[in-house]
């Protein structure tokens, strides 16, 4: 009997067009959409710092191909391109997750996929495919993994993603099912990536975890078509991904349960707050409280945020010295909600680190593990927060799901708003709008050039 890897990629290597045209499933429309949020995180991530710095690696480098790197105008090899891209896509904290997997799919699977087709003439038939197939992989083997190995300190983005770059780039390309499971075995020895920019100087290297990913399942992929070989079972075979880094929650199963019956693209979370998932039931709560009271940060007496013992363990650095860590900071999210509107990166800039007010409504915010909030993780990112004024006047707003989770979606014009948000300091309002067509209409072109042409500054 094959095993629940060999049975994965068959059946997503056996994905027809006509999957695209369902009405029920949507996942035409699902991926479509999913193509422009990343493609916006990414244009937002390039134009900042850990961004540049890569484009300029890349370029120093000489590297020549057909793959688009956002920020330029000049194409490079795939898989440089998903390396930039990737980093750039998870650069601020807004690109999708798969609620429940602790991952990261966008900034992965559609850089890897975007340069393959690029790369290879493909049509945006099989982008659209080699993405919906990447998100199921990154799914699948995020719930496989389990919780317990990124408790441990694993991030699984840097884990999972590797191997579903490599899918969505297989994919794309149309190889063999041998083929991308030698491929898969090769990534797998790339996976990785430590959760040590979650405390105070964060650094830039989280932002680099997808890209590296997206590097490597487009490497991968290339290294399998030209006959360079891997093990076949690299994911759950002996001594493969799931036992040497899983832990005791490992759920090997998980890879081919109701395979075929629904899909992760369907049910992916668009972030609305610029920050760690974890932290937006708490960014939601203070949003509503402000939208039903008139209360103003000079009022604030004390915030408690009542949530998760990861949540209360991982993300309550009271001072972040970083964008990265701040966005990793309870505390500090709470003051910029407060204080800012909770959606607007700016909170999260240089300018936005340095405010005063911020600060000090941070400071004033505690952190309760709540066993009721706890139990539903990770399923659910759970949180309720409290405030009391200064007059003793008291809110409560309890968040079970942010808004942009699959229970209470972004619908297709928030993720268009975003977009042009995004891509409004790095593209003009013309070039913004041939993209958002370009993306709209890549179900039936038969290239991707159209799209890449859209993109190159």
Request: glycine share 16%.
């Given at each position: 009997m094959k095993n629940h890897s060999a049975q994965l990629v068959e059946h997503l290597a056996g994905l027809k067009p006509a999957l695209l045209d369902d009405a029920d499933s949507a996942l035409g429309s699902n991926a479509t959409m999913a193509l422009l949020d990343t493609i916006g995180c990414g244009l937002y991530g390039a134009n900042q710092q850990w961004g540049r710095i890569l484009?300029?690696?890349?370029?120093?480098?000489?590297?020549?191909?057909?793959?688009?790197?956002?920020?330029?105008s000049i194409t490079v090899a795939p898989s440089r391109a998903a390396l930039a891209n990737g980093t750039a896509s998870h650069g601020f904290e807004l690109d999708d997750i798969i609620q429940g997997a602790l991952v990261h799919p966008g900034a992965v699977v559609i850089p890897a996929a975007l340069a393959m087709a690029e790369h290879s003439g493909a049509?945006?038939?099989?982008?659209?495919?080699?993405?919906?197939?990447?998100?199921?992989?990154?799914?699948?083997?995020?719930?496989?993994?389990?919780?317990?190995?990124?408790?441990?300190?694993?991030?699984?983005?840097?884990?999972?993603?590797?191997?579903?770059a490599t899918v969505a780039a297989g994919i794309v390309v149309g190889q063999s099912v041998d083929t991308i499971l030698s491929a898969i075995g090769i990534a797998?020895?790339?996976?990785?990536g430590i959760k040590a920019f979650t405390q105070g100087t964060g650094g830039m290297v989280k932002r680099m975890h997808a890209g590296r990913a997206a590097e490597t399942g487009v490497l991968a992929c290339e290294l399998a078509q030209r006959g360079f070989t891997g093990p076949m079972a690299g994911v759950d075979g002996h001594f493969g991904l799931l036992e040497v880094?899983?832990?005791?929650?490992?759920?090997?199963?998980?890879?081919?349960?109701d395979l075929g019956r629904e899909y992760a693209i369907a049910k992916v979370w668009v972030k609305a707050y610029p920050c760690c998932g974890l932290i937006h039931s708490v960014s939601h709560a203070i949003e509503s409280i402000r939208k039903m009271s008139s209360l103003t940060p000079a009022d604030v007496k004390s915030i408690v945020v009542h949530t998760s013992r990861r949540a209360v363990e991982h993300n309550g650095d009271p001072n972040p010295q970083e964008t990265m860590a701040?966005?990793?900071s309870i505390p500090y999210c709470a003051g910029a909600a407060v204080v800012q509107n909770?959606?607007?990166p700016a909170s999260f800039d240089a300018q936005g680190l340095r405010d005063p007010e911020i600060r000090r409504v941070a400071a004033l915010t505690q952190l309760r593990i709540d066993e009721k909030m706890d139990v539903l993780y990770p399923a659910h990112f759970a949180a309720r927060v409290q405030i009391v004024l200064k007059n003793e006047k008291q809110f409560e707003q309890?968040?079970?799901d942010p808004h942009g989770t699959a229970s209470d979606a972004c619908d297709a014009a928030e993720i268009e708003a975003k977009f042009r948000l995004l891509a409004k300091p790095v593209q003009t309002t013309q070039r913004i709008d041939q993209v958002i067509s370009a993306?709209?209409?890549?179900?039936?072109?038969?290239?991707v050039a159209g799209l890449s042409a859209t993109l190159h500054a």
């Open positions: 484009r300029e690696q890349i370029l120093g480098e000489g590297s020549r191909g057909k793959a688009t790197l956002f920020g330029e049509s945006g038939e099989r982008l659209l495919l080699g993405i919906i197939a990447g998100y199921e992989v990154m799914a699948r083997l995020g719930l496989a993994l389990g919780a317990e190995h990124n408790t441990r300190g694993y991030h699984t983005t840097g884990v999972a993603g590797p191997i579903a797998c020895s790339s996976a990785g880094i899983g832990g005791p929650d490992t759920d090997v199963a998980a890879l081919t349960r701040a966005q990793y909770p959606r607007d309890t968040v079970i993306v709209r209409d890549v179900r039936g072109a038969a290239s």
